[in-house]
């Protein structure tokens, strides 16, 4: 079945960066976009990038343009998010997330990992 | 951008009884070359990621107990569970993707609890 897990997250100080990974499994990354959503304590869910199904792609919410960057490498089946210039409001569990459609061009989030925390402070 | 609210904030009911949750979108999210819907539910617990619930608006997932229901067009949508069980405390999302793939965006979250 379907298993996402996240890794990479921790304690950050403002201007710091970090990597998180999502290591997939139970399908291919080759054949569904993917996706991070972060959600900061208490709080609701927010969109932040997503890549395309064949990678050609990707996608920011304006508040993270220039500083994130979505990729994926197909030979480890692992999608990943560089954050840099990180800032307080960036203090979140991040989730990735699987497509729902295979080859689609972005839809609904059909699974999801358990997440990791980014704590952006000094 | 497509701004998703969601109505209550929060609802208390009780076991066995019905709970409806709103969700308007500023702009039509029903696609007409297709006649679909851009429109998503999800369940999230305490302590726990998102489950998807619903897609294309009424469509169900494999798995999701059938008392669990969506419906609606264009820009206001219903989810409903028909017969409140202990296990359906949660917050509620929806979540709008007509707008795929420039952004996604989500209501502002619906806790639901018992009465």
């Excluded at chain 1, 991070?36 to 996608?59: C, M």
Aim: aromatic share 12%; proline share 3%; with cysteine.
């Amino acid at each position: 079945q379907v298993q996402l897990v996240e890794s990479g997250g921790g304690l950050v100080q403002p201007g710091g960066s970090l990597r998180l990974s999502c290591a997939a499994s139970g399908f291919t990354l080759s054949g569904f976009g993917m996706h991070w959503v972060r959600q900061a304590p208490g709080k609701g869910l927010e969109w932040v990038a997503s890549i395309y199904y064949d990678g050609t792609k990707e996608y920011y919410r304006d508040s993270v343009k220039g500083r994130f960057t979505i990729s994926r490498d197909i030979s480890m089946n692992t999608l990943s998010l560089q954050m840099n210039s990180l800032r307080g409001d960036d203090t979140a569990i991040y989730y990735c997330a699987k497509d729902g459609i295979y080859h689609g061009s972005g839809s609904f989030f059909s699974s999801w990992g358990q997440g990791t925390l980014v704590t952006v402070s000094s | 951008d497509i701004v998703m609210t969601q109505s209550p904030d929060s609802l208390a009911v009780s076991l066995g009884e019905r709970a409806t949750i709103n969700c308007k979108s500023s702009q039509s999210v029903l696609y007409s070359s297709n006649n679909r819907n851009y429109l998503a539910w999800y369940q999230q617990k305490p302590g726990q990621p998102p489950k998807l619930l619903i897609s294309w608006a009424s469509t169900r997932e494999s798995g999701v107990p059938d008392r669990f229901s969506g419906s609606g067009s264009g820009t206001d949508f219903t989810l409903t569970i028909s017969s409140l069980q202990a296990e359906d405390v949660a917050v509620y999302y929806c979540q709008q993707y007509y707008s795929t793939p420039l952004g996604f965006t989500f209501g502002q979250g619906t806790k639901l609890a018992i009465k």
